[in-house]
C-alpha cells in the first residue's frame, strides 16, 4: 500500500450523466468512451488518506455538474477557492473555436477547480500562471500536456499525483484504468 502523501492531486474525474446520450449519437457519451463513475463511489475514495497536510486538488469537472464538483473536492478534505483555476479554451485542428456539447448553451470550454487543504501559500510558489489557455481537441475528454505544466510552474517540484491519468508523465505518479498504475488508492486499484 502507498504511504506516500502528495502535494497536488490533479484529477479528471470519470463522471457520469443522469442523461446517457449527451448529444449527437449514443456513442458520443463518456460512458460509451470509458468507465465512468458515480458521485459516490468517486466521494467514497479515500483521497485525503493520501495527501499532505498542506496540499491543492486540481480537478476538471463538467459544466453541467457543479454541485457534484463542490462535494466531491469537500468529500476529498479540499476547500473550493476557485471554480475556474484553469480553463481550457477547445481548438479543432484547423485552430477554430470548438463547437462542443451542452445542456443550455454550447460547451467550447471546459474548467478545472482549485481547492486547498490546509495553507495554500505552502504549495503555490508561482503566481504567474494563466488560468485561460486554448489547445486542440484530441481523444475524447484528453487534457493537454501543457496544463501539467503549468501545475509544476506554479507548485514546483512537489509530490504530485494524477488520478484517472491517460497515459504516464514524468515526475507524476499515476492511477487510473488507462494507464499501468504507479499506486494504489484504498488498497485496491481502479481496473
Not at 116 to 129: C, L, P, Q, R, T
Not at 166 to 171: M, N, V
Not at 174 to 183: A, H, L, P, R, W
Request: glycine share 10%; with cysteine.
Amino acid at each position: 500500500m502507498n504511504n506516500k502523501k502528495y502535494q497536488v492531486i490533479y484529477a479528471d474525474p470519470p463522471w457520469s450523466f443522469n442523461s446517457k446520450k449527451t448529444g449527437g449519437s449514443m456513442k458520443s457519451g463518456a460512458a460509451a468512451q470509458y468507465d465512468t463513475m458515480s458521485i459516490e463511489d468517486l466521494k467514497a475514495m479515500p483521497v485525503s488518506g493520501i495527501t499532505a497536510d498542506d496540499a491543492i486538488l486540481i480537478m476538471w469537472y463538467v459544466g453541467s455538474q457543479p454541485q457534484e464538483a463542490l462535494d466531491l473536492a469537500k468529500a476529498w478534505g479540499f476547500k473550493v477557492k476557485n471554480m475556474n483555476g484553469f480553463v481550457w479554451g477547445k481548438l479543432t485542428v484547423k485552430l477554430l473555436k470548438f463547437f462542443g456539447m451542452g445542456f443550455y448553451t454550447r460547451a467550447g470550454t471546459e474548467s478545472a477547480l482549485i481547492a486547498i487543504k490546509g495553507k495554500a501559500g505552502n504549495i503555490i510558489i508561482n503566481h504567474s500562471v494563466r488560468a485561460y489557455r486554448e489547445a486542440v481537441v484530441s481523444k475524447h475528454s484528453k487534457k493537454p500536456v501543457e496544463f501539467r505544466d503549468d501545475i509544476v510552474k506554479m507548485c514546483g517540484d512537489v509530490s504530485r499525483l494524477e488520478m484517472f491519468a491517460r497515459e504516464s508523465s514524468a515526475g507524476w505518479d499515476v492511477f487510473g484504468n488507462e494507464v499501468d498504475n504507479s499506486i494504489l488508492i484504498g488498497g485496491k486499484d481502479e481496473d
